[in-house]
């Protein structure tokens, strides 16, 4: 019995360390000086950006995954085909027109970190939406403007992205 007891024992605190060290995936955007934003990211964790066409002055969505230490570009949905807009499907991908929206989805793009330049209230008007688990729809054009930033994802143990996790 004392050693069924033990081993039990053993098992709990090794559930525990591995739950602690295991390494997640770290979705984290940084203006170059400091750290903005920094949550964990489970497999498939979405965000989109939304910002105003320069020319075509109409909106622009792009959504985006977060797969293997990896940012995917998801869809890009527009309202227009004109002024440097997408044209045509991507390679494998799928071009859907919906009424409203044409949507550009898949392609197989990814980077492991991507570069996003934040306008302001009069050029570009920028938004970041997060959704599940961590909900939150942000006016990057107030709270960042004319800035700069990275999205990156890192694998961290869960501890330290826990501890360290901040929003915007």
Known sequence: ???KNCILVVMALSIIVLA??????????????KNIYSRPAPVGCRFMTRYIHSVEKTSVEDDYRIVGERIWSWEERV????????TERPRNGRLIM???WLRFRGGRFSWSEL????????????????FSPYSGHYLLFKLLPSRRLRFTVLKTPFILAFIHGRGL
């Open 20 to 33: 602690i060290a295991a390494p997640v995936d770290v979705f984290m955007i940084s203006d170059g000086e």
């Open 1 to 3: 019995m004392k050693q």
């Open 98 to 100: 919906d009424g409203e």
């Open 79 to 86: 309202l227009s085909q004109n002024a440097g807009m997408p």
């Open 115 to 130: 570069f996003y330049r934040v306008g302001n209230d009069t050029f570009g008007m920028n938004e970041l939406i997060a």
